[in-house]
Structure formats: structure tokens, C-alpha cells
């Protein structure tokens, strides 16, 4: 076991050194920083003044050393559009994707797992055809239409929730949280129900499909001729052996959730990393960029080393081999 967690951390320190070379890219290649800081109008002795000041007339490999050095710390240098650290920037916006997220995950895990349990235990069943054609929809509609679709009915038509925005927070030390309020709550719903729905049908429809295989195989073939009830067969056996694979997707769907939840905070103006990314690129704000990239490179590593070891929890044959 703690060879195998070596090797996973030995993996991930390999993928970190790489995303760091491609953040640390960014200051070269994306814009040049002192304008972004100084202005147009600034004079050369001005110019150069800052660029000594940010460590730029220095050699490469001693500015990208260094950038690590700082990363490490968790200091990514000043945000060109905040005119603030880069690292209070970033932590004023976690907790409201870190949030919407966990809310949209446990609502495509909580709701998609049971249908798609349902579905494989009754693959003819009536209702099992509308959930596919619902599943179907789902997968098919992109997520910013779902938003627009979702703001059109609710706030527009029926003036139930909030369009845009977090609603009231209330801090608890550092960090600001909504689900502590009724408008915060409001303000959730149609941004988690916008990220979650393509999750949502995509752990049905696999949960769904593993079900149908594991029911055909011939350990459940065994254990009807032994006479066992055939609730002990469907959640005792057949879907402890279904959600293996699904635990693999989970965790790479959580970590898009965050990573990849620009589309939808633009469309409800979430206050999140999302929208925090989108701003920055707009503007080249490198140092968010640079800081966003090895943030998101981090969160799936770390996702990735769960996720192995949840294997071991829920298949004894890793456990038996190990």
C-alpha cells in the first residue's frame, strides 16, 4: 500500500513539474507584464525599474525556479486586473465554486445512481423509457441553453429565483458561504441544476449499462441458484460491483465540475473561479491564468490518488492482489 501511494505521489509530482513549465510559459508568451502594470505612458527608466522589481531581467531558469518556489508557498505574484495577491483573489472565489459544485455532484450522484439502478433492474419498464429519453435530452442540450432555458421560466416567466449572483453570504472566518441563507440557497438551485444535468445522465446511463452486465454474469447466475433473495443479489452484490467503475468516473467528473464550470457561473454570473478565469483571460491576467492551471492540475491529482484508493475499498480483489 505505501508503495503504491509513493508511486501515485511520484506521478503526480511529474504532472505538477509540467503544468508548472506550461504557467510559467504564460509570462512569456501571453502579452508583456510591465505594460499591463505600468501603463503606455510609462518612460523606459520606468519600464526597466519594474522589470527588475518583478525579477524579469533575470535569467529564465532562475525566474521559473523561483516561480516555483513562490507556487510552493502558495504566492503566484499580483493579479494585473485586482492590482491585489493573486492568491487572496483566487481564495475570495473558492468557496462559491467549491460549493456549486459539491451541491450539482451530489445531486447528479444522489438522483442519476437510483435511476440508473432503476433502468437496469427494468430495462422494459415504461418509466425506464422516458428516463432514457430524458437521459438522452440531458446529454444532448448544452449547458448554457439549460441556464438560459432555466432563467427564461423561473425568473422571467415565474419570479421564483434570482437570475444572477450568490445571494446573501455569511462568513464563517475566512470562508463566505451562502448555504447558510435563504436567498444563497435561492441562488443555487438554477446554477446546480445547470451543472449537474449532463452529469446527472451520464452516471445513469452507466450505471444503467454496468447493471444490465453485472446482472448477466455468472457469479449472479450462481447466486439465484443458491436460492439467495433477489434484493441481497441487486444491491448486496450485483451494484457494489457496478459502482467500481462509476467511482472512476465520479471522480474525474468532480474535478470537471470545478474545473470546467466557466459556462455556467457566466451564465448566472456566479461569482466563482469560472468567471474569475474568464475575466482574466479577457483582460491577460497571467498570473490568475498561470495560478488557475496549477490549482485545476492539483485538484485532479489529488481526485485521482482518492479515487485509487476508494478501489481498494470496494473491490477485495486489488486488496487480495496487493
Request: zero cysteines; glycine letters at 8%.
Amino acid at each position: 500500500m505505501l508503495r503504491f501511494l509513493l508511486g501515485r505521489l511520484a506521478n503526480g509530482a511529474i504532472v505538477m513539474v509540467l503544468v508548472s513549465m506550461l504557467s510559467f510559459s504564460l509570462f512569456n508568451f501571453i502579452g508583456d507584464p510591465v505594460s499591463n502594470l505600468v501603463g503606455e505612458t510609462a518612460t523606459v527608466n520606468e519600464r526597466d525599474a519594474m522589470r527588475r522589481s518583478l525579477g524579469l531581467d533575470q535569467p529564465l531558469p532562475v525566474q521559473y525556479l523561483k516561480f516555483v518556489g513562490r507556487a510552493v508557498q502558495g504566492e503566484f505574484g499580483v493579479s494585473y486586473r485586482n492590482i491585489e495577491p493573486v492568491s487572496r483573489v483566487i481564495a475570495s472565489r473558492l468557496p462559491a465554486t467549491l460549493e456549486l459544485s459539491l451541491i450539482a455532484a451530489i445531486l447528479a450522484l444522489g438522483v442519476g445512481i437510483p435511476m440508473g439502478v432503476y433502468a437496469g433492474l427494468k430495462p422494459r419498464s415504461l418509466g425506464t423509457r422516458i428516463l432514457q429519453v430524458v437521459s438522452l435530452i440531458g446529454i444532448s442540450v448544452p449547458s448554457f441553453v439549460t441556464g438560459i432555458i432555466l432563467i427564461l421560466i423561473f425568473s422571467i416567466y415565474l419570479n421564483w429565483l434570482p437570475s444572477f449572483g450568490r445571494g446573501d453570504t455569511v462568513m464563517l472566518g475566512a470562508w463566505s458561504t451562502g448555504l447558510l441563507t435563504a436567498s444563497g440557497w435561492k441562488s443555487l438551485v438554477m446554477p446546480a441544476i445547470t451543472l449537474a444535468l449532463f452529469q446527472l445522465t451520464l452516471f445513469m446511463r452507466l450505471t444503467r449499462t454496468q447493471m444490465m452486465e453485472v446482472l448477466r454474469s455468472e457469479y449472479i447466475k450462481f447466486a439465484r441458484a443458491r436460492g439467495l433473495r433477489e434484493r441481497s443479489i441487486n444491491f448486496r452484490h450485483a451494484l457494489r460491483n457496478t459502482l467500481i467503475p462509476i467511482i472512476t468516473v465520479a471522480g474525474l467528473q468532480l474535478g470537471s465540475m470545478i474545473a470546467f464550470s466557466i459556462i455556467t457561473e457566466t451564465v448566472f454570473q456566479w461569482p466563482g473561479l469560472g468567471l474569475l478565469i474568464i475575466q482574466a483571460i479577457s483582460f491577460g491576467d497571467v498570473p490568475v491564468i498561470a495560478a488557475y492551471l496549477l490549482l485545476i492540475a492539483l485538484l485532479f491529482v489529488l481526485i485521482n490518488m482518492v479515487v485509487d484508493l476508494l478501489y481498494f475499498a470496494v473491490d477485495p480483489r486489488l486488496r487480495a492482489q496487493r
